[in-house]
């Protein structure tokens, strides 16, 4: 996916952009939080930043140099199985 950001002079990143696929653009309210973590949906490793986009918390993920998102799924319904 498509990500805007700034980066500063110590390096630093911050993503201030999401673009979809459909080119759909969502500007980042804010980032709360960026850290080293693990997506276990992903089996991989990289920043993960705490993000607010339009009021809705998620998680955007950069691994030099692809940031992903890890998709909601709706649980299933009971009649489905």
Do not use: N
Not at 16 to 44: F, M, N, Q
Request: aromatic content about 12%.
């Amino acid at each position: 996916m498509e990500v805007e950001s700034r980066t500063d002079a110590e390096g630093r990143i911050t993503p201030l952009v999401v673009v979809w696929r459909d080119g759909v653009r969502y500007h980042i309210d804010r980032v709360t939080e960026a850290r080293k973590a693990y997506s276990p949906r992903t089996c991989s490793a990289g920043l993960r930043y705490s993000v607010c986009v339009g009021g809705t918390q998620t998680y955007l993920f950069y691994e030099g140099p692809r940031w992903f998102v890890e998709a909601k799924v709706p649980p299933a319904s009971p009649d489905a199985l």
